[in-house]
């Protein structure tokens, strides 16, 4: 069961030169990936037999960050068949590795929210995925 839907995006407003638009057998349904990154991700979900359910662009966050209201959207958040859930970050390790870069901010942002609302967070690499 997935609490989440994905936020709808135009692809022209998302980061990403590569866009996906493939069946899940998982979830019955299209997903929309805008990275190749974020594809493979995918794959590693859609065949793990710990993964109940995904969802893609699931939730867009407003978090006070030095003084001013920001907004980001996660990648994926995760179900797994023991209840656990976390959102997840899909990004290149050589873009994280640079701060301060929008990147690095983004995903501070991230962290953040998740330690605040109490959720596990996870920025998963091209080292972990491929």
Known sequence: MCKYKPI????????GNNY???YSIK????????SELEYHNYLTLELDSF??????????????LDEKLVTSIFDMWVLYKDGSEEFQEVKYAKEIEKPPSRTFCQIQKQQ?????????YTIRTDKEII
């Open 51 to 64: 993964v109940d359910s995904f969802c893609e662009q699931p939730l867009k966050i407003e978090i006070n």
């Open 8 to 15: 709808e995006m135009a692809r022209s407003m998302h980061y």
């Open 27 to 34: 979830l019955k349904r299209n997903v929309r990936l805008f």
């Open 20 to 22: 996906f638009n493939t």
């Open 112 to 120: 953040m929210w998740c330690e605040q609302h109490e959720y596990k």
